[in-house]
Nanobody
Framework: QVQLVQSGGGLVQPGGSLRLSCTAS????????MGWYRQAPGQERASVAL???????QYEASVQGRFTVSRDNAKNTVYLQMNELKHEDTAVYYC?????????WGNGTLVTVSS
């Protein structure tokens, strides 16, 4: 059974950087998309950064130019590099990997941007 294990969240000051990682245990084939979503308090979960294989990326407008999604095939890992973090980036971040007929989610990691 495939599980997605996330790491890298925490507390950071405005203007700082964090890198989130999401590693899949087990074999995942026929990946269609790999991406990151976030859910702030009182809000719905929404897409932040999406990697449409092989190399197309899509970003939510507010993170364009600040966040970068990437992957390491050998490690079955997808990353989210977050720079110039703002208070409004505070949320629980979830990774998601979609195969043709399966959909996997990570358990979420909290990112808090605060001085």
């Amino acid at each position: 059974q495939v599980q997605l294990v996330q790491s890298g969240g925490g507390l950071v000051q405005p203007g700082g950087s964090l890198r989130l990682s999401c590693t899949a245990s087990g074999s995942i084939v026929d990946i269609v998309t790999m991406g990151w979503y976030r859910q702030a308090p009182g809000q719905e979960r929404a897409s932040v950064a999406l990697l449409i294989l092989p190399e197309t990326t899509q970003y939510e407008a507010s993170v364009q130019g600040r966040f970068t999604v990437s992957r390491d095939n050998a490690k079955n890992t997808v990353y989210l590099q977050m720079n110039e973090l703002k208070h409004e980036d505070t949320a629980v971040y979830y990774c998601r990997i979609r195969e043709i007929d399966m959909d996997y989610w990570g358990n979420g990691t909290l990112v808090t941007v605060s001085s």
